[in-house]
Each structure stands twice: as C-alpha cells, then as structure tokens.
C-alpha cells in the first residue's frame, strides 16, 4: 500500500520569503504525484503534478516541485510567498498497482503574513 | 459549465437519523469518489465508482454507503449517523480512474452529527 508523509503540519512565513514544503511517499513502483491546494473556505485546486519526464514540474502560481525518486520525494517550493498563498497544502499519490486511488498526506497548513 | 456541485452544503443531523449527500458531476468522467476531511488527518477515500453501476471501498467505508445509477450522480448515504461522522466530506470526479487521472474536487458538504 501506498503512503504520503508531509513534514510540516503548520508553517509560517512572512510576504517574500521562500517557501519549501516537505512531502516523502512510500510505493516501490510507479507513482504520480500531486499537490492540491485548499484556500480557507474553498475546494481542492490542482497545483501541479508529476507522471513522467522532467522531474522538475512547474505549475500555477509559480509553484514548482521536483521529484527525486531515489528519495521518495515531491517537495514543493515558491521562491516568494505572498498573503494569498496562505492555505492548506495537500501532497498525494497515485501508483501503478492495480485499480488506483488518490492517496493523501495530512496537509500542511501555510500562513504567509503581509 | 458547473463542474462538480454537492448539496447541502452543510447541515446539522440528529445521531441516529440518515442522511444522503449529493454530488453531480456534468464533465462525463467514469469515476467517482467520495473523501471525508478531518483536522490534522488530511482526506480519506470513503468510496469509490469508475464507472456507472460499479463501487468499491476505500479506506474508511464502514458507516457509509453508496450507488451509482448513471455517470452523473455518486450519492452517499450515512444510514444511521453518529457524532464520528462529523465532518466534511468531498466528492471528486476523474476522466476514467486510472492511475494518471487528475481527480476535481466538489465545494464540499461540512456535516455535523450532534
């Protein structure tokens, strides 16, 4: 079975500063991996994801995250915040084993203050 | 073009009763899902559905039910509610559930069982 693991539960960061948010999986086969977002009050969005190819996806919001298979990681970065990223950050997984389905960490809870 | 709506979007239900949560996908996509989201646990599969007329379990299925009667509409039925069930629950939809779909999340439907 697969598993997400995201480092930080909450972080805080002030407008500008450079953002980096920790997500590890365990699956020893194919994966794809995600990042949604969850603005207070609002619905997953889809940030960026990873199925092949360069390792280093970009997404929205000038979001990006590199994939380092050798060390079951997906972290996602931002080199400046702003108060609007402020929200909950959710890494997830996909593999290869069978019928599929989303697997998420426990989300990490971003307040960027202005 | 609506996306993924749910309904209610919150509602206050007695322990004991039952209670169905709606979800209406209008993108045509095969499968389904349903997550329950709590603090500090991130999302949880409930059920699932990758094509009409078929469901399957996910990692917390006990308590909840579900039909699919056609592509569009993905129910969840609580039969007989209590207070753990407190929470918000998403329905998602993905082009055909396999392990490269995106999933779209629905606004959510925020559960309270007293």
């Known amino acids: 079975a697969q598993s997400v693991s995201q480092h930080n539960h909450h972080v805080i960061l002030s407008e500008a500063a450079s953002l980096e948010l920790g997500c590890n999986y365990s699956y020893g086969g194919t994966v794809n991996l995600f990042w949604y977002v969850q603005y207070p009050g609002q619905h997953l969005q889809l940030l960026l994801k990873?199925?092949?190819?360069?390792?280093l996806v970009k997404g929205i919001k000038g979001f990006e995250a590199e994939f380092i298979k050798s060390k079951f990681s997906f972290n996602l970065r931002k080199p400046s915040v702003q108060w609007s990223d402020t929200a909950e950050y959710f890494c997830a997984v996909t593999s290869n084993s069978g019928y599929s389905t989303l697997t998420f960490g426990k989300g990490t809870m971003l307040l960027v203050s202005p | 073009i609506a996306g993924i709506t749910q309904a209610p979007t919150s509602q206050i239900l007695a322990a004991g009763r039952r209670m169905t949560l709606r979800c209406t996908q209008d993108?045509?996509?095969?499968?389904m899902y349903w997550y329950r989201q709590d603090l500090g646990l991130g999302l949880r599969l409930i059920h699932y559905s990758n094509t009409a007329g078929t469901t399957g379990k996910g990692e917390v299925p006990d308590g909840y039910s579900v039909s699919r009667a056609n592509t569009d509409d993905f129910p969840l039925t609580l039969a007989s509610a209590v207070p753990s069930q407190t929470s918000v629950y998403f329905c998602a939809s993905s082009v055909q559930g396999g392990f490269t779909d995106t999933q779209y999340f629905g606004p959510g439907t925020r559960l309270t069982v007293l």
């Open positions: 990873y199925f092949s190819g360069d390792p």
């Open positions: 993108m045509r996509h095969n499968a």
